[in-house]
């Protein structure tokens, strides 16, 4: 029988197969099952699957997944499938009100934390375990993570390290009136940060001397720095004091400075945000700062880290 694209829906013999799957102890949607083998027999008569699923008005992907089942089990063995499918209790969704307050709440208490750090949290401070999807779910809901303009790009290869204090990244952030230096051991995930008024190679040298003493053990087979003026001068005449090679990273290719660029952001979100500082707010800022640095050594969670702060991991000095 030819295929009808505008008329009604051809007498099919689909009652065979049904009554080998379907007694009348089980409550299932006799519709759902005559259109599986509705589609299923439109199908062996060639009619595309775009037409098949306006005719039974069923989304394409379900038709292409029903017909999938049944060339892989058979009809009768793919009904009696989806029989069982449907007999069960359906499981109770952990997405409850209590759960989204609750991955709401970590998630502000925790300096505004990602969906696996927030999955850490609710398993290691109230042992529930649910996953990144469900949270991310949640989380979309209240919250706009991400621009829809802003897309995912490729990066070129970034440093290596296998053992700590083998590469340490520096870099600066600028908060006006006030800079802050950074520096990140890239293997143990280990950083120091020191604000200061001025953007020197002399302040560059305060605090290469500063953190390399009290958070990177004095010495580093590699420092890497950009080629800004404050790792210039008097920073690179002492670099190698701390270090057996001192490298400038190419200009705009962040992807070689990847680490320290990715804790810079961490460090904005997290700690200090995206306002202007005047000197003057150095002492509290630096409190501020400071508390940070033995949360995040202490309690946050790093994906580098198999989900384990870096204290964790290393012995880090508190401050």
Request: glycine residues 6%; hydrophobic residues 35%.
């Amino acid at each position: 029988m030819g295929w009808q694209p505008h008329g009604t829906l051809p007498n099919l013999s689909y009652k065979k197969a049904v009554s080998g799957t379907v007694n009348s102890g089980i409550d299932m949607d006799m519709q759902q099952i005559t259109k599986i083998v509705t589609a299923w027999e439109l199908f062996n008569q060639d009619i595309p699957q775009t037409h098949i699923a306006r005719l039974l008005d069923i989304h394409r992907d379900t038709i292409r997944l029903w017909l999938g089942g049944v060339r892989q089990l058979g009809l009768e063995l793919f009904l009696e499938k989806y029989q069982s499918a449907k007999k069960g209790p359906r499981v109770k969704s952990k997405k409850t009100k209590g759960i989204k307050n609750l991955i709401c709440e970590i998630r502000e208490k925790e300096r505004y934390c990602c969906g696996q750090k927030i999955k850490y949290f609710l398993e290691q401070d109230y042992g529930i375990k649910v996953g990144t999807t469900l949270i991310y779910e949640v989380l979309n809901e209240r919250y706009q993570l991400r621009s829809k303009w802003k897309k995912n790009k490729l990066r070129g290869p970034v440093s290596i390290a296998h053992h700590a204090r083998e590469v340490i990244q520096m870099d600066t952030v600028d908060f006006g009136d006030i800079f802050a230096f950074t520096g990140i051991d890239i293997f143990s995930k280990e950083t120091d940060v020191l604000l200061r008024p001025s953007l020197t190679s002399h302040d560059g040298l305060v605090f290469l001397e500063t953190a390399m003493e009290r958070r990177f053990g004095g010495y580093s087979d590699l420092i890497q720095a950009d080629g800004g003026p404050e790792f210039k001068d008097e920073f690179k005449n002492n670099v190698l004091r701390f270090a057996k090679r001192y490298r400038v990273a190419r200009p705009y290719r962040k992807n070689e400075q990847s680490y320290i660029e990715s804790f810079n952001r961490s460090f904005r979100k997290e700690c200090l945000g995206w306002a202007k500082y005047k000197p003057v707010q150095l002492p509290e800022l630096t409190q501020e700062v400071n508390n940070y640095l033995n949360w995040y050594h202490q309690r946050r969670p790093h994906l580098g880290l198999n989900m384990k702060p870096p204290l964790q991991i290393n012995q880090v000095p508190d401050f």
